[in-house]
């Protein structure tokens, strides 16, 4: 419980102190646990905003809260391999692809996550990898730092925050 | 208890109280429009917001906003939203304290030491913010910024990215950031200089909710705003 209140009780205020590399995830969904597999980034941004929604995100962001919530899981894997933040990533994608909307940008549709008109995948094996993008000199370079085990999207997914 | 006549230690727990109410308000109610949440806490947690606000027994609800707070941590393996959900808990922890101290006939000053402690955390959380911006020769050179556009997770479109092409643009913003944060605490030694930075401050988080969807950190740190109030007027 201590380890969890004191950062809140005494923080260390560092936001934004250095741009690191950062992660995105992707994800594969596969025909059986050792098939090829094709990546494809998960919810990725969009290309565009309208103004008003740019505004109304300030009083209801609940998919860019979600994405930043992911973002940080990334982070957790990638610093201490946290179990709970493997979890996380793993429950969306399954919540996702059950719904059907798993290539679908949340961001594309801020008020609603409808899901796609075309059918959920008929496979239930996915797995997920963390791709860092950072600044080498003038270039951006992209590397993989993480793969999953294999996930099933009908497995047990306990509710997280 | 001494009471001050810009605006006394209940008057600004009070307003924190319902600020804070409202701001975990409205992160319940989005975590119940997401399909992954439990959905259980987060309608308790939406009750103990309203309740906050309402100012029904403050210590229980405090209480009990703190122990699911902790849950949420501990089952999120940290904060949900960064730097936002700690000055969430840092604010259940601090008001907590300041209704015990209430409740058992602690000294007055006692509760002014567990207000005045949130107040000097959220000073601290510019400082702080600023010094270590401010030591980085990235930050200096204003890369950081050209860099949080270019490739870091935050903007929320990719034509956001663009700004990163402007990068006389970034290191003015950089500064202009960096000045802003390290001179916040001398904005405390008057009540009008005060005022005017909190106003900025807020211009900030706004344009940090714009440009990055930090939304959550806007409504937080405004909650926190009434015992900077307070704090200026007792100390100076």
């Known amino acids: 419980m201590l380890r969890h209140l004191l950062p809140a009780l005494i923080p260390s205020w560092r936001f934004f102190d250095g741009v690191g590399p950062s992660p995105r995830i992707e994800y594969c ?15 990725p941004r969009p290309t565009r905003i309208p103004l008003s929604h740019y505004l109304l995100r300030l009083l209801w962001n609940p998919q860019g809260n979600e994405a930043l919530y992911l973002l940080s899981s990334s982070e957790k894997i990638l610093e201490r391999d946290s179990p709970q933040a ?25 008020h609603s996550s409808k899901p796609h008109s075309s059918k959920p995948p008929s496979t ?29 999207v009908d497995q047990a997914w306990k509710p997280i925050p | 208890m001494e009471t001050d006549p810009l605006i006394a230690l209940e008057t600004a727990v009070r307003l924190c109280e319902i600020l804070l109410g409202l701001a975990l308000a409205q992160q319940s109610v989005e975590h119940l429009a997401m399909p ?44 949900y939203n960064g730097g936002s959900d700690r000055v969430a808990v840092l604010m259940q922890i601090c008001l907590l304290a300041v209704h015990l101290c209430r409740d058992l006939n602690a000294p007055p000053r006692w509760q002014e030491a567990a207000f005045g402690y949130l107040a000097i955390q959220i000073v601290l959380s510019y400082f702080m913010a600023g010094w270590v911006k401010v030591v980085n020769a990235e930050w200096r050179r204003g890369q950081a910024l050209v860099d949080v556009f270019a490739f870091s997770a935050y903007p929320q479109s990719e034509s956001l990215r663009g700004w990163a092409q402007w990068p006389r643009l970034m290191w003015v913003m ?37 440009l ?25």
Not at chain 1, 29 to 43: D, S
Not at chain 2, 46 to 68: E, N
Not at chain 2, 183 to 205: E, G, N, Q
Request: charged share 20%.
């Open chain 1, 29 to 43: 969904l596969l025909a059986e646990e050792n098939a090829e597999p094709e990546w494809h980034p998960f919810r």
């Open chain 1, 86 to 110: 493997r979890e996380v990533i793993a429950a969306r994608i399954a919540q996702a692809i059950k719904a059907g909307h798993i290539s679908t940008s949340l961001f594309s549709k801020p």
């Open chain 1, 124 to 152: 239930t094996l996915f797995r997920f990898r963390l791709m860092e993008v950072e600044r080498v000199e003038n270039e951006l370079v992209r590397r993989e730092r993480f793969i999953s085990p294999v996930f099933s």
């Open chain 2, 36 to 79: 992954a949440c439990d959905r259980r806490l987060f309608a308790l947690r939406l009750l103990l917001s309203v309740l906050l606000v309402a100012g029904g027994w403050p210590t229980a609800v405090l209480g009990i906003l703190l122990l699911t707070s902790t849950w949420i941590l501990a089952r999120c393996d940290g904060p």
């Open chain 2, 174 to 210: 950089g500064w202009a950031v960096m000045l802003f944060e390290l001179i916040f605490p001398l904005t405390l030694l008057r009540f009008d200089t005060l005022i005017a930075a909190l106003v900025l401050a807020a211009f900030f988080h706004i344009a940090n909710a714009l």
């Open chain 2, 212 to 236: 990055f969807g930090l939304n959550r950190f806007v409504w937080v740190w405004l909650a926190s705003y009434p015992s900077l109030l307070w704090l200026q007027a007792r100390v100076f």
